[in-house]
């Protein structure tokens, strides 16, 4: 099993910053990919941004050029960093990460952290 850990979320003004962490632990696959997802109320968990396990990165339209993706791979740490912050980013952010690797028992499996809340508000 892998456990994930999200933080930095808080409360921030519009056009300010926040870098969201997600620290995994446990038995953590050779080859992951990482995604950041987001839950706004009334809303449906949506993608944000992803990583994949060579490090290529990808986002959302609504947050290309505004948000970055990285991993440092000997914390097992993901992070995301969130620029030019706005009223609409305001969410619960989660972290999922899937194991990609081909000769793990788990290959395909995903894991869920339990989020952290981001608000945006003036």
């Known amino acids: 099993q892998v456990q994930l850990v999200e933080s930095g979320g808080g409360l921030v003004h519009p056009g300010g910053s926040l870098r969201l962490s997600c620290a995994a632990s446990g038995r953590i696959p050779s080859f992951y990919a990482v995604a950041w997802y987001r839950q706004a109320p009334g809303n449906q968990r949506e993608l944000v941004a992803a990583i994949t396990s060579s490090d290529r990165p990808n986002y959302e339209d609504s947050v290309k050029g505004r948000v970055t993706i990285s991993r440092d791979n000997a914390k097992n740490t993901v992070y995301l960093q969130m620029n030019i912050l706005k009223p609409e980013d305001t969410a619960v952010y989660y972290c999922?990460?899937?194991?990609?690797?081909?000769?793990?028992?788990?290959?395909?499996?995903?894991?869920w952290g339990k989020g952290t809340l981001v608000t945006v508000s003036s």
């Open positions: 999922n990460l899937e194991d990609q690797d081909p000769v793990s028992p788990y290959y395909g499996m995903d894991y």
